[in-house]
């Protein structure tokens, strides 16, 4: 594992590098991909941007088997002093779709969050289409905050109780 920032039962979070442009530039090219992210300007000068930036934590997903990047997902925004962030992820590799790796990354961020960064609440847009990315935010415990907007968005978030009640729950189950 390359310098992982979080492991998950199947994936690993790792920095990302310049090097890292390579795979992800072919993904936001990409209709299938790019429809369901929002829109990113030009991926190399965002990954410059990323790793300049001190409100974003921008990592790459990477399989366990087989050491190889499958996506981005992170935390942007990052509001110290209200302690809350937004939440994104895309899995570019669309043969790791409907494999759970994208449930697998969210809660790893999560876990990040506020575990490590100690935040109250981190939220997320989504597009009230892309029913595949609800059911995994769900599946971590994200709610939605009402309906769908002008844009066709939803905006869901977890605050840190809820976190902390479904990590207590997952270890008397154990």
Request: glycine share 12%; aromatic share 6%; with cysteine.
């Amino acid at each position: 594992m390359n310098d992982p920032s979080a492991v998950g039962d199947h994936l690993y979070l790792r920095p990302l590098d310049q090097d890292d442009a390579q795979a992800v530039v072919p993904w936001f090219e990409d209709q299938d991909v790019s429809s369901m992210t929002p829109s990113v300007r030009e991926p190399t000068t965002f990954l410059q941007e990323i790793a300049r930036s001190e409100q974003d934590v921008s990592l790459g997903i990477c399989t366990k088997d087989g050491d190889r990047l499958i996506g981005l997902a992170g935390l942007h925004g990052v509001d110290m002093e209200g302690r809350s962030a937004m939440f994104g992820i895309v899995i570019g590799e669309k043969e790791h779709w409907g494999k759970g790796y994208g449930t697998e990354a969210t809660a790893l961020v999560v876990d990040l969050g506020f575990g490590r960064m100690n935040l109250q609440r981190i939220w997320l847009e989504v597009l009230a289409a892309n029913e595949r990315g609800i059911r995994a935010y769900e599946k971590v415990g994200f709610r939605r905050e009402g309906g769908p907007g002008p844009s066709g968005s939803l905006v869901m978030a977890i605050a840190r109780e809820d976190w902390k009640a479904a990590a207590t729950a997952a270890r008397r189950c154990a």
